[in-house]
């Protein structure tokens, strides 16, 4: 476990540092490239524990990885997509997560490593549709801050030495990051005078779901 949590800090460092390529030209292919061998570094690291899976890494797994290969592709290719397109390869991305983690369940195969390339597949997927909506002037550069609030999060986290806890219970915290998930789709459909308080709405439930888990964190006990 505590690899895993090293990973992630300096996972969390390397894409939150990648989001400087959206300032100098490069778009999200500093990101994608980052996300590509960070991820693959974590694969790697549990290849022994994969192996021991039938099939190699399980079901889950697959899907998870199915998950990450669609959100890159839409990270590299967006700028050539038209608004549908991305809509419909975020909607198939979306709606993968949750049954990973069913299936994890019912074929027992639930891991810390499977747990972790879930949310952390989750975080990318917010970090790329932020980031496209902005590239592609849908909003201003507020929106940065949602796409990459995860990765500060864990910094943050990670700096003051709280990682070592475990936040406490939080009911609404799956269903503000499904809601997250749905308003980063709805530009691609509707209107501005309707996605622009989605979005809006969405992204302070989920700065408060954050604002919430980090103030538990002083509460719980190690």
Sequence with gaps: MEKIKTWNYYHALALALSSLGIYVGLGL???VGVAVISFAYFIALHWSWMKQQRPFGGFAFWLT???LVLILILAWHFATLEPIVIFWIALVAMLADGVDGWLARYFQTESD???YLDMES???FVCTMSSI???NNYFGAWILAIGFLRYGYVLWIYL???NHKKEGPNRYATP???FLFISLLTPFVLEANWYEPIVGFASALVCASFGYGFSTLWRVES
């Design 29 to 31: 292919q500093l990101s």
């Design 65 to 67: 990885f199915l998950r």
């Design 113 to 115: 490593f499977g747990a």
């Design 122 to 124: 989750d975080a990318f």
């Design 133 to 135: 909506l902005y590239l």
């Design 160 to 162: 003051l030495r709280q």
């Design 176 to 178: 503000i990051a499904g």
